[in-house]
């Protein structure tokens, strides 16, 4: 039987994030937190191979010990069972120390085959910590992956990797990591069955003692802010004359002449 | 602990890379030097910059370009670089997470702007996050200090023809366990969008495929490219997958874009935060778009895009 680990990131809601357009200051205020939504991407990927050819999954995230309610979430999503690699100071990691504390969490406590990891979380959007992760514990990797096939009882996948030149093709023997892109499943929405299922599996956690050393960070994040956004905000109505204003408004700015053709 | 390196998939991403390069070649006082897996650059790579070129040896049949990692990681051992750039397609970000695992060194990816500390020979390095909401500025303890930069953040080094330097032949061994099965190259439909003066983005509000009849007589009168947000290229596949724009996809800079339909998630404005003039037409007036917009029209797509291809039709004599 397959053994598959998938990783995913709790994450702030960027859509709540508000800012102060005067000081570019960032307004957490009341911001939710989710599943990166890449990450859901990779779960439901996971849970596609436990129905397929009947894979036992592990979902393991690292945060700090208030993100607990992240695990019902994943859960509820199909996999077997969670890893919660928790420390209070396990916030704002650079994807070095992530991508070190799984490898250190995983390696020799958890049995596994594959690991799937999302295309980049929502908040940083690094996206180091997979391939990183596949060279820490020694692994063959492969990302951008659009589309997975195992042939069971051979010890490889096959993953269709979309490029900017085009499609690769490769073989990957196991044990392996892959980072998947949106484009390989649609990831279902938990029913009320399952969320309430999602109560009654395992949950192992892991604490920064028994992980031994982790190196880094090696970034330190000096500024954060508000990405500047100076639009005029005019607007028109939909009728004729709106048209015919706003269609004036961009040839005034001279972004359109002319003749262009 | 020094000098600058650059490697990058492709030929034209070296060359754009090699600019900022050599400015941090020079303010520091440390040589330049970029990869090349073809020899034959080597002359173009030193006329537009580089004091060194480290040919790569070729790749075994059925090797990926990641197979270079190990090759990459044995000559930052041996020469110790303190810079190293790396151009942020798929490949080469996949290519320097696992160099700076390898290297036990920090990696600023999809670097956005690059300046040294004043007096100093550290990189202040920027990039987005949050979407594309926030902008970061981070220092790497480590070296190299090392980014992948997004292609077309650069403009391309200035070519000097007398120049000269240095070429190095590579010899440490690639390997991979990954391995090729096939390739299929992408036919571009169209025009590079990211060297469009004006752009027609599709977005989710465009709610079907005939109305992208509507949507290409606009681009036709304007004569613009159509681009699109990434779940038409994805879900939708109305549109190929090198039109869409954002964070993850294209970033563009043209004079004017045009957002159809566009909700405007923070995701994709990432992509077209740089344009000159941004107009928006959407049903939804709180639509974000509107926020990240010069002008913009509420209403129907229907009704306004045939009035726009009128009036812009007749002042444009299209």
Not at chain 2, 55 to 76: I, K, N, R, T
Not at chain 2, 128 to 139: E, I, N, S
């Amino acid at each position: 039987m397959l053994n598959i680990i998938t990783c995913f990131k709790w994450v702030i809601d960027e859509a709540d994030i508000k800012a102060d357009a005067a000081t570019r200051k960032l307004l957490f205020g009341r911001a939710g937190y989710k599943i990166s939504a890449y990450d859901r991407h990779a779960i439901e990927e996971a849970v596609r191979f436990q129905e397929q050819h009947g894979a036992s999954v592990a979902a393991v995230t690292v945060a700090p010990p208030s993100a607990k309610k992240c695990l019902k979430d994943a859960l509820s999503r199909g996999p077997d069972s969670a890893c919660f690699v928790n420390d209070p100071s396990f916030l704002d990691l650079d994807p070095s120390q992530t991508s070190s504390i799984l490898a250190a969490a995983v390696r020799g406590r958890i049995k596994f085959d594959l690991i799937i990891c999302g295309e980049g979380s929502d908040d940083l959007y690094a996206q180091q910590v997979g391939p990183a992760l596949a060279e820490r514990l020694g692994i063959p990797c492969a990302t951008c992956v659009s589309k997975l096939t195992y042939a069971e009882d051979e010890k490889h996948i096959i993953a269709e990797r979309r490029l900017d030149d085009g499609m690769e093709t490769v073989l990957v023997p196991l044990p392996a990591l892959v980072s998947v892109l949106p484009g390989i499943n649609t990831p279902r929405i938990p029913t009320l069955k399952e969320v309430l299922g999602a109560a009654k599996k395992e949950i192992f956690n892991v604490a920064l003692e028994e992980l031994g050393d982790i190196p880094g960070p090696y970034l330190k994040t000096v500024e954060v802010v508000a990405a500047a956004m100076d639009r005029r905000g005019i607007r028109f109505s939909a009728d004729e004359e709106g048209v015919r204003s706003a269609v004036n408004a961009l040839f005034k700015e001279g972004v359109l002449s002319q003749g262009v053709l | 602990m020094d000098g600058i390196w650059i490697f990058a998939e492709r030929q034209e991403q070296t060359l754009e890379l090699l600019n900022p390069g050599r400015s941090l070649a020079d303010m520091m006082g440390v040589k330049l030097a970029a990869f090349a897996a073809d020899g034959g650059l080597a002359p173009e790579y030193i006329a537009h910059g580089a004091d060194e070129v480290f040919v790569l040896p070729p790749l075994l049949p059925g090797q990926p370009l990641e197979s270079y990692v190990a090759v990459l990681a044995d000559e930052a051992r041996k020469r110790t670089p303190g810079v190293f750039l790396i151009g942020a397609t798929p490949r080469g970000k996949e290519i320097a997470a696992r160099l700076a695992a390898r290297l036990n060194t920090g990696l600023c990816s999809g670097c956005t702007g690059l300046h040294l500390r004043d007096g100093s020979n550290v990189l202040e390095m920027e990039r987005l996050m949050f979407g594309g909401k926030a902008v970061q500025k981070v220092l790497c303890s480590a070296r190299p200090q090392m980014a992948t930069v997004l292609p077309g953040t650069f403009e391309p080094a200035v070519c000097l023809p007398d120049r000269k330097g240095v070429v190095v032949e590579v010899h440490s061994a690639s390997s991979s366990e990954v391995r090729i099965v096939s390739r299929s190259a992408r036919h571009r439909e169209g025009a590079d969008v990211t060297e469009a003066k004006i752009i027609v983005c599709v977005g989710r509000g465009v709610e079907s495929e005939e109305h992208m009849e509507r949507v290409r007589e606009l681009a036709r009168v304007v004569g613009g490219e159509i681009a699109c947000t990434r779940p038409i290229a994805e879900e939708c596949q109305w549109l190929p997958e090198e039109v869409y724009l954002g964070i993850s996809g294209k970033r563009v800079k043209p004079d004017l874009y045009i957002g159809l339909g566009v909700s405007g998630q923070i995701q994709h404005v990432a992509g077209i935060r740089e344009s000159k003039v941004i107009f928006a037409v959407n049903r939804d007036e709180n639509a974000p778009i509107f926020d990240a917009a010069d002008y913009g029209i509420v209403g129907d797509m229907c009704r306004v895009v045939p009035l726009l291809i009128d009036e812009l039709g007749r002042l444009l004599k299209v």
